[in-house]
């Protein structure tokens, strides 16, 4: 059964800072591995999605990495700003049509 | 907008009553998805249907509730006699004929209270 981790479960930073968000799944047996946004009660806004046979993909100041062999995926914030505050999640997508999802990291931009 | 539309977006009913939501995918959009999030926690999957054909369902979907998805276009949830535990934001999602592997598409979601 794939699992889908990501730590810490929330992040403090002042604004401009460069930010790394982690994402660990268990089953490395993935088609592909998708980053989501979502403002506080909100639905999910799509941010990077990465197929298994591609290494990144990036849009404008986010970068989403993936090591399938180790079963990680990085989102990476250039120059963080107030407005990317919000709540970030990690889905993979495997064998069956359905997405597995972490719990997300609360992310909060101090300005 | 060509996005996906939930409609509503908040519903607060009482313990025992049946409620009803809906999804409008993407028009080209032929898989559809609905999925459950807890406060705190992840989506989680609940169903999902190619066309009008509902081909997975989570054990979470217990027998109080039912989705259709008539003629492959909108498609609705069900919960019947709600219990306080189904208070949750109920999440559709859609995607292309290549399935997940094209990634998805979420609406705003329904926030389910039941009081």
């Known amino acids: 059964k794939q699992e889908v981790t990501q730590i810490p479960a929330a992040l403090s930073v002042p604004e401009g800072e460069n930010l790394v968000l982690n994402c660990s799944f268990t089953d490395s047996a993935i088609y592909n591995l998708q980053w989501f946004r979502q403002d506080p009660g909100k639905g999910l806004t799509s941010l990077l999605l990465i197929q298994s046979s591609q290494r990144e993909q990036t849009s404008g100041r986010l970068n989403a990495s993936l090591d399938k062999s180790s079963g990680r995926s990085t989102l990476y914030i250039a120059a963080s700003q107030p407005g990317d505050s919000a709540t970030y999640l990690c889905a993979v997508g495997g064998g069956s049509e359905k997405l597995v999802f972490g719990k997300g990291m609360k992310l909060t931009v101090n300005p | ?115």
């Open chain 2, 1 to 115: 907008d060509t996005g996906v539309s939930q409609d509503p977006r908040h519903k607060i009913t009482k313990r025992g009553q049946n409620v009803t939501f809906r999804c409008d995918p993407i028009s080209e959009h032929n898989r559809l998805y609905w999925y459950r999030q807890t406060l705190g926690q992840g989506p989680e999957f609940l169903t999902y249907f190619q066309n009008e054909a509902q081909l997975e369902k989570s054990r979470l979907l217990s027998d109080r509730f039912s989705a259709e998805r008539p003629k492959g276009s909108f498609s609705t949830l069900e919960i019947q006699r709600t219990e306080q535990g189904d208070s949750a934001m109920y999440l559709c999602a859609s995607t292309t004929r290549g399935g997940v592997g094209y990634g998805y598409t979420f609406g705003s979601g329904t926030r389910l209270t039941v009081v």
